[in-house]
């Protein structure tokens, strides 16, 4: 981990005894380590690293850090990409909203949830043994315990999201027990325990920690703002918002209110390596690089997703950013946002094409076509520079082409940008075809907490106090040209920001979720925020029409397509885990 304690390699293999996997349970491996055996003040700080080094240990296809395939993929953001539909094709399902099966092999979901518990282990198995420990003997008790329960609550909320119906698995339970705790709590009493580990972690850790990396009360007061604000919508038990919870919204103001932090100058740092723990990284997981370790300790989590047709990257062209995506950056004649009209056809500022596709590689804008610079840090576009460059003289050209895209005829040309680092970067690891980085993925950024704010307010009527929120995302996004331009990137940016009071509730909300969508796209939030809305059915149907209609988008491979209310707000409890507990955990409606 960057400047923080190196992880002790011995305890990184571990087997923690508090899975629901039934996998993870049966297996045996070298030299178990148990609570007795290991209950000294020497091991308890090692411990707590491998529960730290447990919320990054995702894989390609069983992710808990980067959600492109839970969260963006999912949405109107992005296409799967890749080599076509086959391509590991239950993305692919994801995308259609076909998944009705609860388990699809052994990829993706039934990993992913298998990854969270392995988590969550780790940190129950360390309380276990810190929780015995003399205060005496290690007068760090307290606040590891509370850095722990914040990592376990931490993965509880990742699984929640995606499951909405999870066991909650606590250090006190025996493995016996352990088998008998349903998946079967109320909505609110999950909510309720989920923030009980980030109240005790807000209530017992120090503002700032000296090593970076290290959960504190700043971390969890953004944490507690997130989860209130989910929470505060309130669903019936087939997803249905059905009442939004003024108090819990006020603990979103508050909680936002204690959180201390800052906006990078320019939104690109935010994914650029040099910038990891800066001023707006509130929650990341870190990563490193030349660690004393044979490959670092890399993310490969969006390996698969870097552009194809070029020895700069090499595989595999997946998380490939959709028409409507790229559409919703186009500004109207006072630089804001076209909140209705983004994606219609009917004028030369809402044309569909916001690229013409030109045969020499250029992509200039079309006609009268303005766009938020942020469009230059989140999508790879043919003709424009890539990742800030416009040549590598060590690898080649870094202007993004067509020939990058993998599946053109059938995803489109449109790349990520955000997740991808430049291959001179010293962050930066090729395995086979597959890329790697020492980036850090950021799960809370200070601009989740301005706007988890926002959002509150605009809920709760103060529509001006929100305006000033969002005006200060939209001058941090005006001031971010530099980097883009400085690599020969056309001038075609205009925004500004709202400069007059936002005329209703409606339209204010209506302000704030597309801020949210030109700030965090592609990074996997625009699914949750459409579900945690209630609009998930409205959007992506409406975004699926247009997307199959053969005279704009032409994209056939969602012409079965269709998203159902009831079910695909939520992902399936994989079959193996209600399985194992001979029909204990209760599946989510529908499938």
């Not at 946002?337 to 094409?353: A, G, K, Q, S, Y």
């Not at 307010?457 to 001031?479: F, P, V, W």
């Not at 994989?574 to 599946?587: A, H, M, V, W």
């Amino acid at each position: 981990m960057k400047k923080y304690n190196k992880i002790v390699v011995s305890f990184l293999s571990i087997l923690f005894l508090a899975s629901c996997s039934s996998d993870f349970l049966d297996y045996e491996p070298t030299g178990v380590l148990s609570p007795e055996n290991v209950a000294t003040a020497e091991n308890a700080d090692a411990l707590v690293n491998a529960a730290y080094a447990a919320i990054g240990n995702d894989e390609m296809v069983g992710p808990i850090t980067h959600q492109w395939v839970y969260g963006s993929v999912r949405s109107d953001d992005a296409y799967k990409g890749g080599g076509g539909r086959g391509d590991v094709d239950v993305v692919d399902r994801y995308e259609q909203y076909t998944t009705t099966i609860a388990d699809y092999g052994d990829l993706m979901l039934p990993r992913t949830w298998t990854n969270h518990y392995k988590a969550i282990s780790r940190a129950n198995f360390a309380l276990s043994v810190i929780n015995n420990l003399p205060d005496a003997d290690y007068p760090l008790k307290k606040t590891r315990q509370a850095e722990l329960r914040f990592l376990r609550a931490h993965s509880h909320f990742m699984l929640k999201l995606l499951f909405k119906k999870v066991p909650y698995i606590t250090e006190d339970l025996s493995k016996e027990q352990i088998l008998q705790t349903s998946n079967d709590l109320s909505n609110e009493d999950l909510w309720n325990k989920i923030a009980a580990d980030f109240l005790f972690a807000f209530n017992n850790l120090p503002q700032s920690q000296e090593q970076v990396g290290r959960a504190d009360k700043n971390a969890a007061a953004a944490y507690l703002a997130k989860l209130r604000l989910y929470q505060a919508y309130e669903q019936d038990d087939t997803h249905h918002v059905v009442n939004i919870n003024q108090s819990r919204l006020q603990e979103v103001i508050d909680y936002a209110d204690a959180v201390i932090g800052d906006l990078e100058t320019d939104f690109g740092y935010n994914f650029l390596d040099g910038h990891d723990n800066g001023p707006e990284s509130i929650w990341a997981v870190q990563f490193s690089i030349n660690d004393g370790t044979n490959t670092g300790r890399v993310s490969f989590v969006t390996g698969l997703n870097s552009p194809h047709g070029t020895p700069l990257y090499g595989c595999c062209g997946f998380h490939m950013a959709s028409q409507n995506m790229v559409n919703a950056f186009k500004t109207d004649a006072a630089g804001l946002p076209l909140l209705d009209t983004f994606n219609d056809d009917n004028d030369p500022n809402t044309d569909d094409d916001i690229f013409n596709t030109i045969s020499n590689g250029d992509a200039p804008l079309a006609p009268g076509v303005t766009i938020d610079p942020r469009i230059d840090h989140t999508v790879g576009i043919p003709g424009r520079p890539f990742k800030y460059k416009n040549t590598l003289k060590t690898a080649g050209d870094m202007v993004y082409k067509f020939s990058w895209a993998r599946d053109p005829g059938v995803y489109g040309y449109f790349g990520n940008m955000k997740e991808q680092q430049s291959p001179d970067c010293s962050c930066y690891v090729k395995n086979g075809p597959f890329i790697g980085t020492s980036k850090n993925v950021d799960f809370i950024r200070y601009a989740d907490v301005l706007l988890f704010k926002a959002e509150a307010l605009i809920q709760k009527g103060d529509l001006e106090s929100a305006r000033i929120i969002i005006n200060r995302i939209r001058e941090r996004a005006a001031a971010s040209a530099t980097m883009p331009l400085a690599a020969g990137a056309s001038n075609d940016y205009k925004i500004d920001i709202y400069k007059t009071p936002f005329p209703t509730k409606e339209y204010a909300m209506k302000a704030l979720m597309f801020e949210r969508r030109l700030e965090f796209g592609m990074e996997g939030a625009r699914f949750f925020d459409l579900v945690r809305w209630g609009i998930a059915e409205q959007v992506l149907n409406a975004y699926l029409d247009v997307e199959r209609d053969i005279k704009r988008a032409d994209k056939k491979f969602l012409l079965g397509a269709k998203f159902t209310a009831g079910r695909d707000e939520y992902y399936p409890i994989p079959q193996r885990e209600i399985d194992f507990t001979g029909g204990l955990y209760k599946q989510n409606p529908g499938y």
